[in-house]
């Protein structure tokens, strides 16, 4: 890369001479058009006279902007923030020089607002670690012309490694949000608003600093986007009345709040923003999330998510510094955010599918099919009184009350799933009444949300079946009772090949299942029935 | 190491060459310029310890009057 440098003093011993050309001193006659970009090192000369020194300081900006005016504008412009090395001030309220430099460096600022290609450096991060005897060796100075130390050359040319690192960095642009153990402790689904825990004492106070943390970055221009499985209603109910709610819809410039599969969400999100999937960064709190959007949409970076809530902020400031650190702000990041909320609005949306057997099949996943046991008993039911989201008929049952059926001759199965990502133990139960001789009826079946998404109730429901099937019960009768929660069951039975003969006034359906073949299960579960 | 070997391992990596010769001075080195007579001046003063002054850096025009500039100061 060739660089041109614009200097008032010598700064060869900063910058070397590899690739790099220098103008004479504080001359800009010369604007050279074969070379990459530019960088602007002027250092504030020594002279007693503040007066004439803070004129001369206030003739570079000129000199600045006419060299600014005559370069390509796509091309780099670095400008090095001015720093007093070596202030004389004959009186202690002798400001002139001050005022001078800082009017200089706040008109870099806002050049740097409006053309895209000036990149501010701010120089007192440099100098601000030495004094002026050691910032300014007079004897070297007095040889070379080069105010600033040549033996700070080394640790400048460190520092200015780092610098033109920060300058290069291609910043992420999205940042993609789960909702439920991401934004806050707990699922908003079976907790309920008041249920999460967000603010007050720890673990919610973590994710109130994480959330208050995330909405800077969307202030200076990250856009945020939510894909989450939720039910929106909850999560609007969420943002309307929890207090302690930082990051509210309107800091959203796109959501996903529905149940299907995060790889075709994030697709849509990238649709809808108009953003490549090499700017989006996803954050889950559940590995086997995570694992799919890596396996499927590899450009997506998906950073590890802490696993205690106190590593947050640590976890965030990682974040910014890896993903989003820039090294300066333009006015129209900042606006970023409004303007891809609009495009979005603009935008319509288009469904896309995703391919997930290759990676369910991945996962390895294990179920056990396990009958009601005085050991698994008190987890039934504690599922059936807290399950609300994949619940067929919402039915709250006691241990007293299992007890009761299963004396009356009902069978009870709960489900425990592994998979490579770990243990999720009892997620799931069905409780099946004996009708006729031939007839079982499906009085619940439920399913707790960690285990969604991998068909797992698919084929916890074909194993049931197909022992049913082998044991000669010809037909099965099911019921989907409709709550503010299970939405997303009310289609479940016509999916798993179930014939509706009837739906209700309240929007409950009634299905019946004649058991004439073997359900087909996916061969990629391992399921032992016990 | 000895002093000589110090200075000519400085020199290399001022000057930014492998191969460096006892006859070496600023007349026959291209990349002996003024702005790295400094630099080596200012490396050599922190590696021996020694303040060098104007007149004296500007003296130390080829290797052997650099050695012997140095030995001086550490006597």
Redesign the interface.
Known sequence: MNTFVYRNQTVETLFGDDGIAYSGYGDISLVPQDVDRYIWCYQVPVNADSTQLAQEIASYRDKLELVLSKIDAHKPFIIFSLVNLFPIKLTGDDVAVDHAVMDFNRHVAQLADHHPNVKRVDFSDFTSRYDAYTLVNWKYFLMSQSLINPKLARDFQAWWRRIEGELALKRKKCLVLDLDNTLWDGVLGEDGVDGIKLGGDYPGNAFSYWQRALLQLSRNGVILAICSKNNEADVQEAWDCNPFMELKREHFSALRINWTDKVTNIRDIADELNIGLDSFVFIDDNPAERELVKQMLPQVTVPDFPEKPYMLMPFFKELVERYFRIYAVTAEDRNKTQQYQANAMRRAQQARFADLDSYLRSLLMEIDIIPADDFNMPRIAQMTQKTNQFNLTTRRYTEADIRQRLNDGWRVYCMSVRDRFGDSGVTGAIFLEQIDWDTVGIDSLLLSCRVLGKGIEDAFLGTVLNLLHDEGVQKVVADYLPTAKNGQTADFYDRIGMECIGIADDSSKHYVMTLDKETEIKDYYKIKVL | MNLEDQVMEIMRSVFGIEEISTDISQKNCERWD??RH??MA?ELE?AFDIEL??EE?AEMTDFSRVVSMINSKLK
């Open positions: 003024s702005l400094l630099t200012s922190d002054e104007p850096i």
